[in-house]
């Protein structure tokens, strides 16, 4: 179902409308170092959705930032994104569907010209991807956080694919993988930036 659906114009805007409200909640708290106001300082990106959201190049040229407005302080607070996955050049919804992608039996048999030509990723950066979710990601503290909403185990080796499952990303319906992309996004966005660490990550995300 991943490898063959595109995700709507409308699903992508709803990306960019809940980084903006993330953005809002870290504003009202403010710098961590010196208490002082914090002032939009973003930046530009030139981002790639693959086969799946190329229709949020356009979308996300912009990765929204803050700056401490204190002199003296000046410290950059960059606020977790359900858009972008750290620095990574392709949008976090392409690098979880890549990584879902490389482990169906279809895409085994593919080459390594095939893959690209069918994604519009590399085979090679795809495996790098599920990499990082079967060793940084579940080593880090928002896995834990993340295997605290559910009560059966989550498959860490099956990563993301068993988040999605979990979320009911494969049901019989055209929406229920845009659905589970935004509650996965939602739940893995604290690891999207190391600038800023927000309390009670994944909650705070949730209650932004």
Not at 26 to 44: F, I, K, N
Not at 116 to 141: E, L, M, N, S, Y
Request: charged share 20%.
């Amino acid at each position: 179902m991943c490898q063959n659906r595109v995700l709507s114009v409308q699903f992508l805007l709803l990306l960019v409308k809940l980084d903006l409200l993330i953005v809002a909640a870290v504003v009202a708290t403010r710098c961590t170092r010196c208490g002082g106001p914090l002032h939009r300082s973003d930046y530009p990106r030139k981002p790639r959705g693959a086969w799946w959201a190329v229709a949020g190049e356009p979308l996300c040229t912009i990765r929204f930032s803050l700056c401490c407005g204190w002199p003296g302080c000046r410290r950059r607070a960059t606020p977790p994104s359900v858009r972008f996955l750290a620095r990574r050049v392709y949008l976090a919804t392409t690098v979880i569907l890549a990584s879902v992608a490389l482990g169906t039996a279809s895409a085994t048999v593919l080459t390594a010209r095939q893959w690209w030509q069918r994604f519009g990723v590399p085979r090679r950066t795809a495996r790098r991807w599920r990499d990082w979710w079967c060793t940084a990601f579940v080593q880090g503290p928002v896995w834990k956080e993340v295997c605290g909403y559910f009560a059966v185990p989550l498959d860490a080796p099956g990563l993301p694919g068993s988040l999605l499952t979990e979320l009911g990303a494969f049901a019989d319906d055209d929406r229920a993988l845009e659905r589970a992309l935004e509650q996965a996004l939602r739940l893995i966005a604290p690891a999207t930036t190391t600038s800023i660490v927000a309390r009670n990550g994944a909650r705070f995300v949730r209650r932004a």
